[in-house]
């Protein structure tokens, strides 16, 4: 593994971090306090290439590789998390998924508009009654003589599903095989038989819109079915692991934020007539504080050296998502507690990375779900 980062690779870092905190850090508590979705912003991502960073150039993302992904990631949800999902939905699970199991047409269609930041992609997998169970889904497609397929059902905890224009869309086209019988479709929202749900009041990542949606007759054209029918499961499965990549970078970035400001905080703050980093028990949160980010960075650079090899990374993505959620829970806590109360205030970002880290150990697959894909990597048993 070389991670000696290439010119390019910086250069985009180094863009991803002057708009993260030029333009993003100092709009992210309006956005978190409104639950506002921040489209200008966005718009301005996708201008810069952030939005499509390993979309080909042919199709109008920025054509660079995992690494710089991370890289960038890190940089936007150390400015805000609410900005770095909407980001990594449209990279990992709208972009990916299409380029990897896509027709020409389809890459042209769908991935230009997101890559070049036009219009925003979802990802639509979860339904009220299967989360981590899948396979699970009620959403029903049934195929037509002319090769079409009728959509009915509800998808929920879509991110960015109060204002996406196009969605990958799971769906059961042949129930009776379970896995192998969900496909993957590909949804304009602007067609009939398409609708939006409330958008759901949430914890952290408040700017990223989310809600529920619902088909009913939806009419998908032969044409845009992702893949061949029945793979559905596979393409979702294929792009979370790189989607998890993306998750630990989010990750990575918030508990960076929280880490800096931590540290500047702890040479100013005073107790008992010495600044509190003087205090062993501080020194000793700080020093955890670093080992757990560190190792997080690394093992999530590791995840995208390997995916960036063309191997198969499944594993190294679950142990970097798992290793970085559980960092950042855990730096983010640590921080409000050194910042006293602080910590606790809306005058100051750290309780928003706290409330913000908690969804990394949620989507995407929850820990104990990435515990599950580690060992049984590990373990060969299923
Ligand atoms: C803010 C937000 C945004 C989201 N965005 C999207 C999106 O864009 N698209 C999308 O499709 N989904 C999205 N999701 C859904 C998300 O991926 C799911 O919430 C997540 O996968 C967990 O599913 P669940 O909520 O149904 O929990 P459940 O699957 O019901 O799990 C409940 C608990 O049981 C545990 N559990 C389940 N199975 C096992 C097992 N076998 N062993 C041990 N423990 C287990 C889980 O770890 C969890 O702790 C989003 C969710 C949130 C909160």
């Known amino acids: 593994m070389d991670f000696g980062f290439t010119e390019e690779q910086l250069m ?7 708009i993260a905190q030029e333009k993003i850090a100092p709009s992210a508590e309006h956005f978190d306090r409104l639950g506002e979705f921040p489209v200008d912003n966005m718009r301005m991502l996708g201008e810069n290439g952030l939005m499509g960073i390993e979309v080909p150039e042919e199709y109008g993302g920025a054509g660079m590789d995992p690494i710089a992904y991370v890289l960038a990631m890190i940089e936007i949800a150390a400015g805000d998390a609410a900005h770095s999902t909407i980001m990594s939905v449209n990279n990992s699970l709208f972009c990916n998924g299409i380029l ?110 989310t809600c529920e949606i619902e088909f009913q007759d939806y009419v998908v054209a032969a ?30 970035g918030i508990a960076r934020a929280a880490y800096e400001a931590t540290l500047e905080y702890v040479k100013e703050r005073k107790a008992f007539g ?28 590791r995840a995208a050296w390997v995916k960036g090899q063309g191997q198969r990374f499944s594993n190294e993505a679950a142990i970097a998502k798992l290793t970085a959620s559980e960092a950042a829970m855990w730096i983010t806590h640590q921080a409000v507690q050194i910042h006293g109360g602080m910590g606790y205030s ?16 949620i989507y995407e697959g929850t820990s104990e779900i990435q515990r599950l894909v580690i060992a049984r990597n590990e373990t060969g048993l299923r």
């Open 12 to 18: 985009l870092q180094d863009v991803a971090r002057r």
């Open 100 to 209: 990897l199991n896509g027709t020409e047409a389809q890459k042209q269609k769908y991935v230009r508009a997101i890559a070049e930041g036009r219009e925003i992609g979802a990802f639509a997998l979860t339904e009220p009654q299967s989360g981590s169970d899948a396979t699970a889904m009620r959403c029903r497609a049934v195929k037509q003589a002319d090769g079409s397929y009728v959509v009915n059902g509800k998808k929920s905890w879509i991110t960015s599903g109060p204002v996406c224009k196009y969605i990958v869309l799971f769906a059961m086209s042949t129930p009776e095989l379970g896995a192998r019988g969900i496909t993957a479709f590909l949804i304009d929202t602007a067609n009939p038989g398409f609708h939006r749900g409330k958008t759901e009041p949430k914890l952290g990542i408040r700017a990223s819109a």
């Open 223 to 252: 044409e845009d079915v992702l893949g061949a029918e029945g793979q559905g499961f596979k393409i979702a499965m294929g792009v979370l692991d790189a989607g998890r990549i993306g998750i630990a970078s989010q990750a990575i």
């Open 274 to 301: 010495a600044a509190i980093g003087t205090f062993q028990m501080t020194q000793a949160k700080i020093a955890d504080m670093k080992c757990k980010l560190d190792a997080a960075l690394l093992l999530t650079l």
């Open 346 to 361: 809306k005058e100051m970002p750290l309780e928003r990375y706290f409330r913000d880290a908690k969804i990394t150990e």
